[in-house]
């Protein structure tokens, strides 16, 4: 990641130059107080620096979730609208900025004249009505535009052409389903590029069956939390295929941290193929009968189902398609069967306080069933 | 002035047995050793969360680093934000608004000094139950001891369900218990401020101090009792079979949100004023000037503690409220930034022409007027619905809240802290320690929160015990925490001044600011019951009318 760790290298050395300064000139009572506005200073540029660096990246996909990296339309909006604010707010602070700089500069006591006091002012009308009556006018012009983009993403109509899926969070993973295409996966979410031409948007219907979760994706949307008892929505239109990452932002519990989320952003033909793979009917390899049968004759049932077999838990992921999918525990570890076979044994080893138990299997039968797993593709 | 006899000072007391002094202290009903008693509690608690953030800050400098475990580190912020809320901030406050409000309006002791030391008491046992929790009680599935629900202990979270055991009843009592010692004590200031005053001390005279905690009590008095009703609420679904936040049988999760945010956004205003009202007294007495635009100043803090009552739910701008709700929480939450721009202004005002003295405390209020004007900004940008919906949840919000609270009130107290320790003490904060004590915060503090903004705005969420590797948040992260390690050095530096000048800092005298309200009229520390004889005031600056007998403000007013 060279884009990170070059505005990271360069806070440390707006940093040590501060230090630097504020050190050399510490005698000096003006200079100190000039060379902490200028420190200051050049500490925010440096700030403000990197968070444009942030927003001048490359084109494709990156694994840096950045919200100035919007790829679709509601993030688009409150990418506009926060450059909107941050001129404002960055004027409003190199004003006042300004003007403290200089009264601490300028008015400070010089050594000579003490003992006469300053003249005592107690107060002006007209200048404290211009500071009351200026701030007024700039809230009016900033909630004129707040409400329009509140409105232009929030009550946005939903076209016919637009893909609708359920997504349900649990402790501490995604659940995804596509009702009009019968359709149930978990923590890994594909939808469709969307033409401007021919927008196909993805409206997303949010629930909870346990705790309160928040679904974010910073490139493609902000984020709505899924709340239990209650039904919330958000919408999505990338107009860019890719991959894009985000995680659950509401405190969910243990492992909110590694409620990760992956939205793979499909071209027509991928999704297409996508969708024919995830409704084929699950495919029973007749080899792996052993691996089957500890499947279903232990607890995984309960919680997980396969279709076409006795499981239909659903406290856990559907794992009909497991296999489709690049990463298990939502996200916290590659699918592979070195991992698969680690999260059956020991889930803690990869996602302390996960609500997977631990299925202390024979070695056969943990072999035996990773390999069984490994045919649900 | 009050003879020695009256006086009260520990450094008398020895020779005496230590159960007598220890006896003294716990059945105090003196406003002053009250206020050292609030001012203790808190500097304890402080260190105790200082401690909890290291750790946090520990566990994040690296992406998948194994510290402590998620377990753990759940508990941890629940404690820090918990401790640094409700034992530390509310109860250091109140300890300076029990020492200074009877002093600079006038009057011999609080109005309830009996219901004084009840509060404290109260608010001292919420945070021994707290922390006891540690040895008491189990929190979420496969989870040890301690509150681990987050400091909002957003429903369900809290049911029965998901937090077994008793860690969350701690959290609920210890809460609920405070809260009633903060009402005590917003009853007792606002009683003091209204009947105590001294002879000719109107409305119009106070000292902006009193005012301004006049406006934070009845604050507390609105706002803690929605949390303490929700804090029985909650006992009532965990304990009674109610079902208020029990989303598994129809309750709303959203409804206790509201209840909370009804008193957690008055509170950020409740922690402020007072620290508005620091500011208010020490820029006048270091810039050689009076306040600039005393009324002004009065009706902004009335003016921002009404609306701010009105802006809670813009911390649930994500939770689907609907495009109308969010639009007024926008509006209403970019008003209450005209009052407390007023106030940044004025203090502007207050310096402009003056002839500014760079004594410590006034470093920590210069230090205040930048990082609070940052803040406020970062809140506007919080207030801007849409551009919240991407900055809420993230570490954005944490560094803003933390320049807030570090930035703004935090400064504000260390400023306090520089101002009136020699009244306190009889004792001057070295100036050198308090320097060093200056910048090394100031350097830490910017480290760590100027660049805290950053991983936010590249999606980084609050509260995850661990992130993942090549997001672009490790090495910021990393900055983040040694930034942190320079603020802990700092706070040592700054407890060292505070014990090795008890013992070894120039005498104070009566008045070494050279300042103009009453707690400087008496002896440092000051003598039991204040005033041997109760003053008459004739303007806002008593002191000064005293010293320019041919020039004082009473002719202006």
């Known amino acids: 990641m060279s884009q990170p760790t070059a505005f990271g290298a360069e806070s440390v050395r707006v940093h040590s130059s501060f230090i630097r300064m504020t050190k050399a000139r510490y005698n000096s009572r003006s200079k100190v107080f000039l060379g902490r506005a200028v420190g200051a200073l050049t500490l925010l540029t440096g700030v403000l620096l990197a968070a444009a660096l942030c927003t001048a990246s490359e084109p494709q996909a990156s694994s840096v979730p950045s919200i100035f990296d919007s790829r679709s339309t509601p993030a688009d909006s409150i990418r506009h609208f926060s450059f909107f604010v941050l001129s404002i707010t960055g004027v409003i602070f190199l004003v006042v900025f300004t003007l403290l700089t200089y009264a601490i500069v300028k008015f400070r006591d010089k050594s000579g004249d003490r003992g006469r006091e300053p003249a005592q002012v107690y107060g002006s009308t007209q200048i404290e009505l211009a500071w009351t009556v200026i701030p007024i006018l700039i809230v009016a012009v900033l909630f004129a535009a707040t409400a329009r983009v509140i409105h232009a993403i929030e009550d946005a109509p939903k076209p016919s052409t637009a893909l609708e899926v359920t997504v349900i969070g649990h402790q501490f993973w995604w659940e995804f389903r596509y009702p009009a295409l019968a359709i149930v996966t978990a923590n890994e979410l594909h939808i469709p590029v969307s033409d401007p031409d021919h927008p196909t948007p993805t409206f997303l219907k949010l629930l909870s069956s346990d705790t309160d979760h928040s679904f974010w994706i910073p490139q493609l949307a902000g984020k709505t939390d899924l709340i239990p008892n209650r039904v919330n929505g958000t919408w999505l239109d990338p107009h860019e295929t890719g991959l894009f990452l985000g995680q659950c932002a509401q405190y969910c519990g243990t492992q909110h941290a590694k409620m990760l989320l992956r939205v793979s952003v499909d071209g027509p033909e991928a999704f297409e193929a996508w969708v024919k793979a995830q409704k084929q009917p699950p495919v029973q390899d007749e080899k792996e009968t052993a691996g089957r049968r500890v499947f279903e004759t232990t607890a995984c049932v309960n919680c997980h189902a396969v279709g076409g077999t006795n499981a239909n838990g659903r406290f856990g992921p559907d794992l009909t398609h497991l296999m489709s999918r690049e990463t298990i525990a939502s996200g916290a570890a590659e699918n592979n069967r070195e991992k698969l076979r680690l999260w059956i044994q020991d889930p803690d080893a990869i996602k302390p306080g996960s609500l997977m138990p631990a299925m202390k299997l024979s070695d056969n039968d943990l072999d035996a069933l990773v390999r069984y797993l490994e045919t649900l593709r | ?557």
């Not at chain 2, 009590?217 to 706002?223: K, P, Q």
């Not at chain 2, 609070?372 to 551009?387: D, E, R, V």
């Open chain 2, 1 to 557: 002035m009050a003879s020695d006899a009256m006086t009260i000072r520990t450094a008398e007391a020895t020779g005496r047995p230590w159960v007598e002094i220890l006896h003294e202290w716990v059945t105090t009903v003196d406003h002053k050793r009250l206020g050292i008693l609030y001012i203790t509690y808190a500097l304890v608690f402080l260190v105790i969360g200082g401690i909890e953030a290291m750790i946090i800050r520990i566990q994040l400098m690296y992406p998948h680093f194994n510290f402590v475990s998620p377990q753990v580190f759940n508990r941890l912020f629940t404690m820090h934000g918990t401790t640094m809320i409700f034992f530390v901030a509310m109860p250091v406050l109140f300890g300076f608004a029990n020492y200074l409000v009877p002093l600079m309006v006038g009057a011999r002791d609080m109005a309830f000094p009996r219901l004084n030391a009840f509060s404290f008491w109260l608010s001292a046992f919420g945070g021994f139950l707290l922390y006891f929790s540690l040895v008491g009680g189990s929190g979420l599935y496969g989870a040890g001891t301690a509150p681990d629900v987050g400091w909002w202990a957003y429903a369900p979270l809290t049911a029965r369900a998901f937090s077994p055991g008793h860690s969350s009843d701690y959290w609920t009592i210890a809460v609920l218990v405070s809260g009633f010692g903060s009402i005590g004590t917003a009853i007792n200031i606002i009683a003091t401020i209204l009947c105590m005053r001294c002879p000719g001390m109107t409305l119009g005279r106070m000292p902006l101090l009193a005012w301004l905690n006049l406006v934070m009590g009845g604050m507390v008095l609105i706002t803690i009792s929605p949390l303490a009703a929700a804090q029985i609420m909650l006992l009532i679904d965990r304990y009674l079979g109610g079902h208020f936040f029990d989303t598994q049988a129809g309750g709303s999760a959203a409804i206790w949100m509201h209840f909370f945010w009804i008193f957690g956004h008055p509170e950020v205003y409740i922690l402020i004023i007072p620290c508005f009202a620091f500011m208010s007294e020490i820029v006048p007495v270091f810039s050689r000037k009076p306040i600039f635009g005393y009324p002004v100043m009065v009706g902004a803090t009335v003016c921002i503690g009404f609306v701010s009552l009105s802006v809670w739910a813009h911390h649930m701008f994500t939770i689907g409220m609907g495009s109308y709700a969010n639009g007024f929480f926008a509006i209403t939450s970019m008003v209450v930034g005209v009052p407390t721009g007023i106030k940044i202004f004025n203090w502007l005002g207050t310096m402009w022409g003056g002839k500014i003295q760079f004594k410590t405390a006034m470093l920590f209020c210069i230090g205040f007027l930048f990082q609070f004007l940052i803040a406020g900004l970062t809140g506007i940008m919080l207030a801007s619905a849409p551009f919240d919906w991407q900055l809420s949840l993230s570490y954005f919000v944490v560094a803003h809240f933390h320049y807030v609270i570090v930035g703004g009130i935090l400064f504000a107290l260390f400023a306090a802290f520089y101002y009136w320790y020699p009244k306190i003490t009889g004792r001057m904060l070295s100036e050198s320690l308090g320097k060093l004590h200056f910048w090394l915060f100031f350097a830490g503090f910017h480290l760590t929160f100027d660049l805290m903004h950053i991983p936010g705005l590249l999606g980084m969420p609050r509260r995850i015990y661990t992130y993942e590797p090549g997001r672009g948040w490790d090495t910021l992260n990393f900055l983040v925490s040694i930034g942190a390690f320079v603020q802990g050095i700092a706070i040592l530096v700054f407890v060292a001044n505070l014990v090795v000048s008890y013992f070894k800092g120039a005498k104070a005298g009566n008045d070494p600011w050279d300042a103009w309200t009453l707690e400087w009229l008496v002896s440092s520390p000051p003598p039991a019951y204040n005033f041997a004889s109760i003053p008459t005031v004739a303007s806002r600056r008593p002191l000064w009318d005293l010293k320019h007998p041919e020039d004082p403000d009473s002719r202006y007013e």
